[in-house]
């Protein structure tokens, strides 16, 4: 997955967190370490949702921050974002499937089937807010939790615990656990653990 210039990432080697913060900082953090540690290998996890990253950390410190800002600022750039839609009001064109009746009742809606779809998807989002956040947090972790803690003692238990919203089992299950590891992993579960 390629970094984000609005997110948070945090680096792991083995079970140390080694930088956390905007972009460009752990990555000049990470390179910092590998010259140091140049065999360790390194992970980089998005801080919302637990993806991996991957950046270049070929060359000198300079030029693998030269090359990351020139990705950022070609993936950030609306000029070089071309096809269908509104792009200056961040519309997007995408394809859906229906069957027929269901196209036949949004063809008489007020407005059309756009308008009646965005209006669908803007009542859902905030009735299920809580649980889509509760969700989130769960599969951030889980996320995480697989990559960096499957070997770990009473993982299992530990995802049976994330996945009941057992806050107090899932902190015992995970207190064994390498002190980076523990406190990140609490951290993404968090929204998923208070009710």
Known sequence: MEPKMDHNYTAFADNKKIASGH???VAAKVKKYLMKESKSQVLIFDDDNSAQIEIDFRGTPESVLRRLE???AASEDPAKKIGPGRPKLGVTAKEITLLPDHWEWLARQPGGASVTL???VEDAKKKNLGKD???QA????YKFMTVMAGDLPLYEEALRALYASDAKKFEK???AWPKDIQEHTWRLAKAALTK
């Open 133 to 135: 956040l509760i969700r």
């Open 138 to 141: 769960q599969e951030a972790a």
């Open 173 to 175: 299950m995970i207190s």
């Open 70 to 72: 020139t990705s950022l």
């Open 23 to 25: 972009v460009l900082d």
């Open 118 to 120: 965005r209006k669908l």
